[in-house]
């Protein structure tokens, strides 16, 4: 009965059709499972839209769990197996009450059984299925394989050694055996191991907590007592050669250890931040041995990979590669300039921060301090015989306007760019204040991409999904038959996600005739979406929806990544 009023909910609402809910119906009866979960999978709708209507089904608040931050002593009072069978997970204590979500509060013989089991009254609140099991698996699971001990070593600790910045002989030290030293070797070590791609060092108000990101996902890796965060804090800004006393202004550092058992060096970049109760630590890992060069391996199909080498390899003209943050711009900016770093070329490049360092090529660090700013850099390389520049980011009008006018006087320019999608870009030019003659007579080509989560090897297993459901993420009925589903059941791996590593999807529009004489005209970037569309070039989607059919993503990778577009 619940179902069909979810179900009513959604309609009168204009969610989904009739015809969807009576198929979603169908599914969800022919699986065994909740309507809003069969929802979901089929893609009608997003996990928020769902979450919404569960509010309003069981009038009480929903919470997004899988968003939400979890104290340890509340997970304590309920045991993992209850919270997977129930489908149900404590979030929050106040006095005697215990604030718990539920797929489905209206359950009141798990409201008993939560009662009995950890003698607090229980206040519900609404989540999803998959909010909840995204949370069980971050807090009970991952939390768990992942905790670092604060006052043990792990036995690699003496095996670490700062290098170059502060000089600073971690194994050597005097104060190598304190708890401090250890715990931060530990965690550094740990997200080496991890492959993690940042590590975040957190003080709060009752707690103190460091999470990796690993494949895109913030994981907690431990919960060191919350007296410790100043001296952590600390440690990191000593081997970073930061100013230790400096806890009012954020700060940039640099470091690079070593591991001297597996002749291994590992930089990292360090940032820190003044917040409500004490300094916030981000530190950013930069492994050169997994920097991927090799354009061929970076994710391009194989038209898409002719074109950007046929664009990239012109002797002017600029080369503009978009995207949100962490999308993997840096790795094919810098797969382009290793392909055109030959003895003959002058290639220089003004960056900030400078991630890797390049063999061959000019690199300079950005310092707002002596006003060494992007313009300037610029300004500098055409005084510098260059023939390409990289500018790491085209952040206003004085850089773009350097930037195109080395682009028109004979030199290649490859930059980088915050927008959704190679169309938008034309947009943010001008509303910059690019003139669109300068955009349409020096722009060869714009490439937007982003990263998509790659299938866990280990834990891969055949998913059968119906042809509804590709039909409504943009799949041509004829295709339907090229595809072949995996998803990751989750193992320890890819720390119980199903997800290990990230593949690329890309976008590229190269200024075609017809495209040149859209954005003379200040066409929109819808309108140069649709041009897109009509030459054959590839959407962001219709890329991801390439790396669905082999089966290296999953569709909720997919829908995550990449905007639906009709026209594909």
């Given amino acids: ?60 608040p929903g919470v997004d769990v899988s968003q939400f931050e979890i104290d340890q002593s509340v997970l304590t009072l309920v045991g993992r197996d209850f919270c997977e069978k129930n489908s149900v997970i ?15 509060p209206g359950n009141l013989q798990t409201r008993d059984d939560l009662r009995f ?75 080496i191991r991890r492959k993690a791609s940042d590590i975040h060092f957190e003080p709060y108000e009752k707690k103190f907590r460091v999470r990796l990101r690993i494949d895109g996902n913030l994981i907690e890796a431990a919960a060191p007592p919350i007296s410790s965060g100043p001296a952590i804090s600390a440690r990191i800004k000593i081997m970073s050669k930061m100013d230790i006393a400096e806890k009012r202004r954020p700060q940039d550092g640099r470091l690079k250890i070593k591991l001297a058992k597996e002749n291994r060096e590992m930089d990292f970049r360090v940032n820190t931040i003044p917040t409500l ?22 994710g391009f199909e194989v038209d898409d990979l002719k074109l950007f080498k046929e664009k990239i390899a012109m002797p002017q003209g600029m080369i503009l590669i978009t995207g949100p943050t962490g999308s993997g711009k840096t790795v094919t900016v810098y797969s382009a300039l290793s392909e055109l770093n030959q003895g003959d070329v002058n290639i220089s490049t003004a960056e900030d921060p400078v991630e890797f360092n390049l063999e061959g090529i000019n690199q300079v660090q950005m310092n707002k301090d002596i006003d060494l700013t992007f313009a300037e850099a610029l300004r500098a390389f055409l ?29 290649l320019v490859v930059s980088t760019l915050h927008t959704n999608d190679a169309p938008t870009t034309v947009t943010r030019l001008t509303e910059m204040g690019v003139a669109p003659y300068l955009i349409t007579s020096c722009v060869n080509l714009v490439v937007a991409q982003r990263l998509v989560g790659r299938v866990c090897e280990s834990c891969k297993e055949a998913l059968q999904v119906p042809d509804q459901t590709l039909l409504n993420i943009g799949v041509p009925k004829e295709d339907i038959p090229k595809y072949t589903l995996f998803k990751g059941k989750g193992c320890s ?76």
């Fill in 117 to 191: 089991i950890t003698k607090f009254k229980i206040q519900p609140v609404v989540s999803t299925d998959h909010s909840i099991g995204l949370a069980i698996e971050k807090y009970y699971g991952g939390m768990n394989r992942a905790q670092i001990d604060f006052n043990k070593s792990d036995g690699m600790d003496s095996d670490v050694q700062a290098v170059e910045t502060g000089a600073l002989d971690v194994g050597n030290d005097n104060a190598s055996d304190a708890p401090i030293v250890k715990f931060v070797n530990g965690v550094l070590i740990e997200a």
């Fill in 90 to 104: 404590p979030i929050s204590k106040a006095g005697t009450t215990l604030v718990v979500a539920f797929s489905d």
């Fill in 383 to 411: 005084r510098q015989d260059p023939d390409i520049i990289m500018v790491g980011e085209i952040r206003d009008l004085e850089t773009a306007e350097i930037s195109f006018k080395a682009a028109s006087t004979g030199h």
């Fill in 1 to 60: 009965m619940l179902p069909q009023r979810l179900g009513e909910i959604l309609t009168k609402q204009g969610l989904i059709r009739p015809d969807q809910l009576q198929q979603a119906l169908q599914e969800s009866a022919k699986n065994k499972q909740k309507l809003g979960t069969t929802v979901i999978s089929l893609g009608f709708l997003k996990d928020s839209q769902i979450l919404r209507a569960l509010e309003k089904q069981f009038s009480v």
């Fill in 493 to 568: 791996t890819c720390n119980g996600s199903g997800i290990k590593g990230r593949l690329a999807i890309f976008e590229l529009m190269p200024m075609t005739s017809k495209i040149s004489e859209m954005v003379l005209k200040n066409a929109s970037a819808a309108e140069l979406r649709n041009a897109c569309r009509e030459l054959g070039l590839k959407t962001l989607r219709r890329s991801a929806l390439l790396k669905l059919m082999r089966g290296q993503t999953t569709i909720e990778e997919v829908l995550n990544a990449s905007v639906r577009d009709d026209g594909l």
């Fill in 277 to 298: 109760f004490g300094e916030k630590v981000v530190m950013r890992l930069l492994d050169k041995s997994n920097l991927q060069l090799d354009m061929t391996k970076l």
